[in-house]
C-alpha cells in the first residue's frame, strides 16, 4: 500500500459507532432483557405480567426497531466486517489479550446468530405475545437449552470482554492500570451476566424460583 | 538563474544536519543512505551533546569549552573551527530542544546538564542514555517534513561507490550502487557532501554499527580527496565485549557517579560485592584525583590497560574492569540511564542496578578523517564537502565525551550552506557535463562488480575482514609499537593480495550483500593501511597515539596534521602545521590541574 | 550441563519477493554469548547446508547489533524478535529463522518496512519550527512530561508491534502502534501540541487508530517496553474529542 495515496473515509466513525453501539442500547438492552427476566425467579405471573408490561409499551414497533433491532443488526453485520479485517495469530502470541481478542470475535458471532433466532422464536412466531408458557416449551427441548445457554455466556462474556475494549478504545481507560481495572470490571460484567443469564434458563426450564417466597 | 543540485550522502546526525540547511536554502537535495535514515549509527551515541550553557551556575563558558576540547585533544586541533563550534553548541541546543528533542529537564522546566570527561562543568545535555538517538530522530522528522514537502529526495538502501569526477578534477556527482537491484547509476550533482561516519569495522569489532566502514572515505581517498590524521582512533574505555560488536557503555554512567575499580589483590575471585571498598582498588580516582572517572578517553583506556596488562589486576585474570553503579539509587538510574542499563541487561543477563558491570576497553571514534578546509568544510577536491565523523577537523588528538554530536551537527549546518553557496557561484553547473564522464564512471564500477561476480578463488571476505580486524586491534589501537606496525602494514598488503582471489559464493544480481561487503573490504583494506602508516610514522605520544618507545608529546617535530594523499596508486603522507593561534600549546596532565 | 557442541539453525530462504521460499539447515560451532547474528555471520564466512550443499550467504538486515536501530527485527523461533538480543543461549534447537510475515519481503530475511516511514509522513509526526537560525530557547517542559514522553521518543520503527497485531493484515492496512504512539509524542510537545488536529485529522483516517481491536499483543512484544496501549487510548481520547467537539463547534 501506498500511504501517500490513502483517501480519507468515514470508517473512523463507523468504527466508533460500533464500539458505542455495543454498549448503547444493545448492552443496556442485555441488562434490561436479563433485569425482566430474572421475574421468572419469581413466580410465572411476575414473569408474565413484567412481559405483558414491555409488550404494551407506547410506540412499541418503534422502539423495538430503533433502540434493539437496527442497533443489534449494525453491531453484528458491522462486528462480521470487523472479523473480517482480523487475523488471530493466538497459536504464535498466546497472551491473554490475543485471547480476548479471538474469544471476542466468536463471542460475537455466536451471540448475534442466537440472538436472530431467539427474536424470530420469541417475538415473531408468537406475534409479540411471547408468554412463559411459550419459552417454557422452547427451553423443553434440550438442543434449544443448549443453545440458550452458550447464546447467554457468549452475549455476557462478549459484553464484559466488549465493555473493557470500550473503555479502552475511548480512551476512558488510558493508562496500564485504569485498563487492568477496566479488564477486572469486564470481567466481573461477563460474570454477573452469564451467571443472571443461565439462571433465568435453569429457572425457566426446571421451574426454579428461588424468590417465589416473595409472593408467597 | 540555474538551479543547483546537492547531494548528501550519509544520513547520520551531519548529514541531516546539512539536508536540512540546504532544503531551507530552497535547493533541491538528495539523500542517499545505506540504510533508512532513522537507523544511522548516530542512534547508538548515549550520553549527551556538550554546550556551554552554565545553567548550573558554575561560571561554564563557551571559552572553556573551547579550552577543554583544544586541551582534551592534545593541542592538534586547528583551533578557529573548533573555537567557532564551541560558541555554536548553546544555540545548536536550543534549535534541537525546539525541534522537539526530549532531553531531561530540572523543576523548573529548563534542560538538565550532567559531567562528562575531561571538564569540570556540568556542561552535557541528555535525554535519558539515548541521546544520540533522540538527536537522531529529530532530524529525521524535520528531513522527513521536508520530503513531504517534496524538496528532499531519499535515497535509503543504496550505497556510495565513487565521485564524478570531469577532466578538470571537479567533481560533478556521485555514483551509487542500489543494494536492492544491484543497479549501479550515476547522480549528477553541482556538490556532494559526505556524512560517512566512521570506520569502527576496520577494527573488526568496535562500538560502531555494521555500515560503519569507512569505505566512502576511502573510495575518496582513492579519487584524489586526502584523509587527515587517520592514525588517531579512540578507544572507549568502556564497552561490553562480544564477538559481533563491542557494545559501548556510555561514559553518562560516570558522569553521574558510576566508580571503575578492580580488586586490590590478584587473583581475587569474590564476587564483586563482597570485596570490601577498602580492598577495591579504584585506580581513577587515586591517579588523578582531580578529574576521578571523568579523565579523557585515552587516559581512562591507558589506565585500565596498565590495570589489565601490566599489573595483572583484571577482574578475575581476565581483560575486565568494575563499571560500578550500585551505589546509585535505582530512581536515578532509570530516570537519567536507563538506555544503556537496558543494554547490558540484555545482552549479559544481569542487573547493573544490583551488581558492577564488568566492562574493557573498545574501538569506538576516529578523530581522523577526511581533510576539509577550515571554514567551509570543503575538501581539497572541488565540489567535496565533508562533515560528521568522516572529517578530521574538530578533535584533535582525541575526542571529549560529547563533542561529537555537536561535530556532527555543526559540520553539517556549515557544510550545507556552503555547499549551496559553491554551487550557486558556479557559472555551469554539473549540466552541462558531458553524458560520457558519468558513463565511464559508470561503466568503470560495472566492471569492479562483475570481475568480482565472475571471480572464482579460495579466500572468503569475512575470514579476509577477520584477521584484518584482529590485526589493528592487536597493535593499532591502544599501545603502539613501529616493529608491530610495521608487521601490520605487511600483513595488509597481504591481505590485498589474497582479495584478489575472494570468492563471493553468491554470483545473483538481486539484494546481493556478500559483493557490497566485498566492495566495501577492498576500501576498508587500504583504509587500514592510511591507519597504520600514519601511526607508524607519528614518531611521539599524543591523544589517543600512544608509543611507548616515544612516551612524550613531540611539539617541535609533531604538532602537525598528517594528510594523506593519493598519488599514482600509492598512499602517500605529507604534513600541514597545526593553526594553534588562540590556545598556545601546554603540556597536558590530568593527574596534577590543568 | 550437557555439553553442546554445535548449534543448529534453520532459515527460511527466499531469493527474490516473488520466489518461493524454502528451509536451509545449517550447523554451526557453538561458541558463548552468541546470538542470531553471529550465526548468520558464521553461515556467511561458510555458507555451506548441514547435508554439505554449497549455498549463498543469507540477505539480512542489521546494523547497530545493540536493539536501538530497528533493523534486525525477525521471526525467531516463532516470535518476532530483535535479532541480535536473541541469545542462542535462550532459544530451542535447531532455531528457525524467518522474516516477519507483515512486510514484504526483498531477500531471505531481508523485508521492505517502507510503508511505516510513509505513515510517520501521513502523521505528520514532526515538530513544525520555522527554521534552523537561531529563535532562542525551546519552550519549557515540566519533567512530567518529559518522562511521559521520553518512552515514546524511543521507538525504534523495527515493525515488531505490526508484525504481532492480528488487525494488521491483508484485509486491513491499520498503521500500527508504533505510529499511533508518535502521533501521541508529537501531541504532547507544547509546540506540537499547536498541530495536534492535523494530526488527529490523519489519525482518523483509514487505517487509523480506530483499527486498532485491543488485543494488545503490541505492548507485549514491544522491545523498548512502550507503553503503546496507553498511547492508542490517549489518542483514541483525543480523537474522538477532536471529531465530536470539532463537530459541535468547529
Known sequence: ?216 | ?594 | MAEKKSVIVRVRRQAGPNERPHWEEFELASRPHMNVIICLRDIAERPITRDGKATSPITYDSNCLEEVCGSCAMVINGKARMACSALVDSLTQPIRIEPMTKFPVVRDLSVDRGVMFENLKRMRAWVPIDGTHNLGEGPRMSPDTQAKAYPLSRCITCGMCLEVCPQVNDNNQFIGAAIISQVRLFNLHPTGAMHARERLEAVMGPGGVADCANAQNCVQICPKQIPLTESIAEVNRQSIKQALLGWLFG
Not at chain 2, 556532494?192 to 575518496?220: D, E, H, K, M, P
Open chain 2, 1 to 594: 538563474m540555474r538551479e543547483p543540485k546537492i547531494i548528501v550522502v550519509g544520513g547520520g546526525l551531519a548529514g541531516l544536519m546539512a539536508v536540512i540547511r540546504v532544503a531551507e536554502a530552497g535547493v533541491p537535495v538528495d539523500l542517499f543512505s545505506i540504510v533508512p535514515v532513522k537507523r544511522s549509527h548516530s542512534v547508538c551515541a548515549q550520553g549527551g551533546i556538550n554546550a556551554a550553557k552554565n545553567t548550573k551556575g558554575e561560571g561554564d563558558s563557551t571559552a572553556q569549552h573551547f579550552d577543554d576540547s583544544i586541551y582534551g585533544g592534545d593541542f592538534l586541533a586547528n583551533q578557529p573551527p573548533v573555537k567557532a563550534m564551541c560558541e555554536a553548541a548553546p544555540g545548536i541546543i536550543d534549535l534541537l530542544d525546539r525541534m522537539g528533542v526530549m532531553f531531561n529537564r530540572t523543576p523548573e522546566g529548563l534542560l538538565d546538564y550532567r559531567r562528562f570527561g575531561g571538564t569540570l562543568y556540568h556542561r552535557t545535555a541528555f535525554a535519558g542514555a539515548t541521546t544520540g538517538q533522540q538527536l537522531l530522530y529529530a532530524l529525521d522528522e524535520q528531513v522527513r517534513r521536508f520530503e513531504a514537502e517534496g524538496k528532499v529526495r531519499k535515497y535509503e538502501g543504496w550505497t556510495f561507490l565513487s565521485a564524478v569526477l570531469d577532466g578538470t578534477g571537479v567533481s560533478q556527482g556521485i555514483c551509487a550502487m542500489d543494494l536492492k537491484t544491484m543497479e549501479v547509476r550515476t547522480f549528477p550533482a553541482d556538490a556532494a557532501i559526505f556524512c560517512t561516519g566512521g570506520v569502527g569495522a576496520i577494527f573488526g569489532r568496535s562500538t560502531n554499527s555494521v555500515v560503519c566502514t569507512g569505505s566512502a572515505q576511502s573510495a575518496l581517498l582513492q579519487q584524489g580527496v586526502d584523509y587527515a590524521n587517520g592514525e588517531f582512533i579512540q578507544v572507549h574505555p568502556t564497552a561490553i565485549p562480544g564477538e559481533d560488536k563491542l557494545r559501548l557503555m556510555s561514559e553518562s554512567a560516570r558522569g553521574e557517579g558510576g566508580r571503575v575499580w578492580v580488586p586490590q589483590r590478584p587473583g581475587d575471585n569474590r564476587p564483586p560485592l563482597q570485596i570490601p571498598v577498602d580492598e577495591r582498588f579504584y585506580f581513577l580516582e587515586e591517579w588523578y584525583p582531580k578529574y576521578g572517572n571523568l579523565v579523557p578517553r585515552d587516559i581512562a583506556t591507558r589506565a585500565i590497560h596498565k590495570v589489565v596488562f601490566e599489573m595483572k589486576l583484571g577482574v578475575g585474570g581476565d581483560a575486565a574492569v568494575y563499571l560500578d553503579l550500585t551505589h546509585i539509587p535505582r530512581e536515578v538510574l532509570d530516570r537519567k540511564l536507563e538506555g544503556i542499563l537496558e543494554i547490558y541487561e540484555k545482552f549479559l543477563g544481569v542487573d547493573p542496578r544490583v551488581e558492577p558491570m564488568m566492562v574493557f576497553p573498545g574501538m569506538h571514534y576516529t578523530m581522523g578523517g577526511i581533510w576539509v578546509d577550515n571554514e567551509h568544510q570543503a575538501t581539497n577536491v572541488p565540489g567535496i564537502y565533508a562533515a560528521g565523523e568522516c572529517e578530521y577537523q574538530y578533535h584533535g588528538a582525541n575526542r571529549l565525551g560529547a563533542n561529537s554530536l555537536v561535530s556532527c551537527i555543526w559540520g553539517g549546518m556549515v557544510a550545507g550552506p556552503a555547499s549551496v553557496k559553491y554551487a550557486q557561484g558556479l557559472s555551469k553547473g554539473c549540466e552541462s557535463v558531458d553524458v560520457s564522464v558519468f558513463d565511464r564512471e559508470r561503466r568503470r564500477q560495472e566492471q569492479i562488480n562483475q570481475a568480482l561476480l565472475r571471480q572464482d578463488g579460495a579466500e572468503n571476505p569475512i575470514t579476509i575482514w577477520k584477521e584484518m580486524g584482529s590485526w589493528m586491534t592487536e597493535h593499532v589501537t591502544v599501545v603502539r609499537h613501529n616493529q608491530d606496525l610495521e608487521r601490520t602494514d605487511a600483513k595488509l598488503q597481504e591481505l590485498l593480495e589474497r582479495y584478489k582471489k575472494i570468492n563471493l559464493s553468491d554470483r545473483t544480481q538481486w539484494s546481493n550483500q556478500t559483493l557490497n561487503f566485498a566492495r566495501e573490504l577492498y576500501n576498508m583494506l587500504i583504509l587500514a593501511r592510511v591507519i597504520t602508516l600514519g601511526a607508524l610514522a607519528r614518531n611521539e605520544s599524543r591523544g589517543a597515539h600512544y608509543k611507548p618507545e616515544f612516551p612524550e608529546r613531540d611539539d617541535p617535530n609533531w604538532l602537525k596534521t598528517t594528510r594523506a594523499s593519493w598519488k599514482n596508486g600509492q598512499i602517500r603522507l605529507g604534513y600541514e602545521a597545526v593553526d594553534t593561534s588562540l590556545v598556545p600549546p601546554r603540556p597536558r596532565r590530568y593527574d596534577v590541574a590543568s
Open chain 1, 1 to 216: 500500500m501506498s500511504a501517500a495515496g490513502v483517501r480519507a473515509d468515514h470508517s473512523f466513525f463507523w468504527r466508533k459507532l460500533h464500539s458505542f453501539s455495543g454498549i448503547f442500547p444493545v448492552g443496556a438492552f442485555l441488562a434490561e432483557h436479563f433485569w425482566s427476566n430474572s421475574y421468572a425467579l419469581v413466580s410465572v405471573a411476575k414473569y408474565n405480567e413484567a412481559s405483558r408490561e414491555l409488550q404494551t409499551i407506547p410506540w412499541r414497533i418503534f422502539v423495538e426497531a430503533g433502540a434493539i433491532w437496527l442497533p443489534i443488526l449494525y453491531h453484528g453485520g458491522y462486528g462480521v466486517y470487523v472479523w473480517w479485517k482480523g487475523k488471530s495469530n493466538v497459536s504464535q502470541y498466546p497472551w491473554v489479550g490475543n485471547w480476548m481478542y479471538l474469544l471476542q470475535r466468536w463471542s460475537g458471532l455466536i451471540a448475534f446468530v442466537f440472538i436472530g433466532w431467539h427474536v424470530y422464536t420469541e417475538r415473531f412466531l408468537t406475534q409479540g405475545k411471547s408468554t412463559f408458557a411459550d419459552v417454557d416449551k422452547a427451553l423443553a427441548n434440550p438442543w434449544y437449552f443448549g443453545f440458550y445457554l452458550l447464546g447467554i455466556v457468549a452475549a455476557s462474556f462478549h459484553l464484559g470482554s466488549g465493555l473493557w475494549n470500550f473503555l479502552c478504545k475511548w480512551g476512558l481507560a488510558a493508562t496500564s492500570r485504569s485498563q487492568r481495572a477496566a479488564g477486572y470490571l469486564g470481567a466481573v460484567v461477563a460474570v454477573v451476566f452469564s451467571v443472571v443469564g443461565v439462571a433465568i434458563a435453569l429457572s425457566i426450564r426446571y421451574h426454579w424460583r428461588p424468590f417465589e417466597f416473595y409472593v408467597q
